[in-house]
């Protein structure tokens, strides 16, 4: 059973009135974004989510996803779930309409996946990895590789990922050791990778692992770092699916939550090479990953927003129409601490939400981010459990 509510109409504000829907339509390629097709697209996003993705999520948690001789399978019902995700549309949803994308602006987009990741998280990131894949072929792969993969990417038949970190190489990716033998029109990868989201599963036909590595004759630190598409299966030249390519999924990390969604050891090349294909210029890897680093930090960030949601859009049973605690007499030398926290709780819970979140003085909200003006009522209500910590005026700069 579900119990998520999209807070759509809070979306529609926020698009139509505070961004200016208007102002979008009038953008290139942006006339026919009406609010007939915003509301269209907001309230199918919140059904599917609520109806689909929602009850996934804890069943999803508990269950995880399973390593078996190399193979990833994916909790109960989530295969189902992304068939009906991809034949729905939803994966190309911003996605370029030469290849098969509706080409919505991520002013419609991201509150759509603002859903999915409130409604389950661990499912939502695979399709966040996917988007910034196509966004760093969009920009940077060859006209070739984006015929070969952006259309497969975009539909959600295939699903990419972002392969930076090492065992020896955490946040220092200068000290990378994944190695890359030109052979041919292609390379030879060789090297471990860790912390790989959805890096090996089995709901799409296909995983494409944008890979950072070093050619022999590259220079030492991040300067010579270069990003390699590596495909789980090769595609031939029709497109169709060849040989499973010389990666494999080693473990999967033991977590604390978001246990359906895999988080991969990959290695590469342990028989003869994993086949691997140059994107751009040699040494020059680290900037293009950027460009999907960036995609990543934009859903990371809206995902540590919707955490909040289940404060707002999920409040719990009864805490609307709680009945008052009767406040306990007094003792002969006053009031005692127990009393007086029992019936201070009471009186907030009878509140409207926000109500006790005022603080002395007015809050200024101050900037151009008018619709930041909702995700900034939800931060504050998740500040603390009934509590203010500011009793001063607030500048907050969007």
């Keep these: 059973m579900s119990t998520y509510a999209a807070p759509l109409k809070d979306m529609q504000f926020v698009i139509k009135e505070l961004v200016g829907l208007e102002d979008i339509t009038a953008m290139p390629d942006c006339a026919e974004v009406t609010g007939d097709v915003v509301d269209a697209v907001l309230e199918g996003a919140g059904k599917f989510a609520a109806e689909v993705l929602d009850p996934l999520n804890r069943e999803g948690d508990k269950q995880g996803s399973k390593l078996l001789d190399g193979k990833v399978t994916a909790p109960q019902g989530f295969k189902e779930a992304y068939r009906q995700f991809i034949t729905g549309g939803w994966n190309g949803l911003s996605g370029q309409t030469e290849f098969g994308g509706q080409g919505l602006p991520h002013v419609v987009a991201m509150p759509v996946q603002e859903m999915w990741n409130s409604a389950n998280m661990a499912f939502c990131l695979c399709p966040m990895l996917t988007s910034g894949v196509l966004e760093a072929l969009k920009l940077r792969g060859s006209p070739a590789q984006q015929q070969m993969y952006v259309p497969k990417l975009t539909s959600g038949a295939w699903c990419g990922t972002m392969n930076l970190t090492e065992p020896q190489a955490g946040s220092d990716l200068s000290a990378v050791r994944t190695r890359a033998v030109p052979e041919g029109d292609h390379y030879r990868i060789h090297g471990t990778k860790i912390f790989i989201t959805w890096g090996e599963h089995d709901m799409a036909e296909n995983i494409i692992h944008l890979v950072l590595a070093r050619t022999p004759d590259a220079p030492e630190g991040v300067k010579g770092i270069s990003l390699f598409i590596v495909p789980k299966f090769l595609v031939n030249p ?135 003006v909702r995700h900034l009522l939800i931060l504050l209500w998740g500040l603390g459990d009934r509590q203010w910590c500011l009793n001063r005026p607030v500048a907050w700069f969007l």
């Design 238 to 372: 029709d497109g169709t699916l060849g040989e499973h390519n010389d990666v494999k999924c080693v473990s999967i990390e033991h977590k604390l939550g978001i246990n359906a969604s895999p988080t991969c050891v990959l290695s590469y090349g342990d028989e003869k090479g994993a086949l691997g294909y140059l994107v751009g210029e040699e040494n020059r890897g680290l900037e293009y990953m950027f460009i999907m680093m960036n995609h990543a930090r934009l859903g990371v960030g809206l995902g540590r927003v919707v955490r909040q949601h289940p404060r707002v859009d999920r409040p719990p049973a009864g805490r609307l129409d709680r009945v008052p605690l009767e406040r306990s007499a007094p003792p002969a030398h006053g009031p005692g601490r127990v009393a007086q926290d029992a019936t201070r709780r009471t009186a907030l819970d009878q509140q409207p939400p926000f109500a006790h979140a005022v603080p002395e003085e007015p809050v200024v909200v101050v900037g151009h981010g008018r619709g930041h």
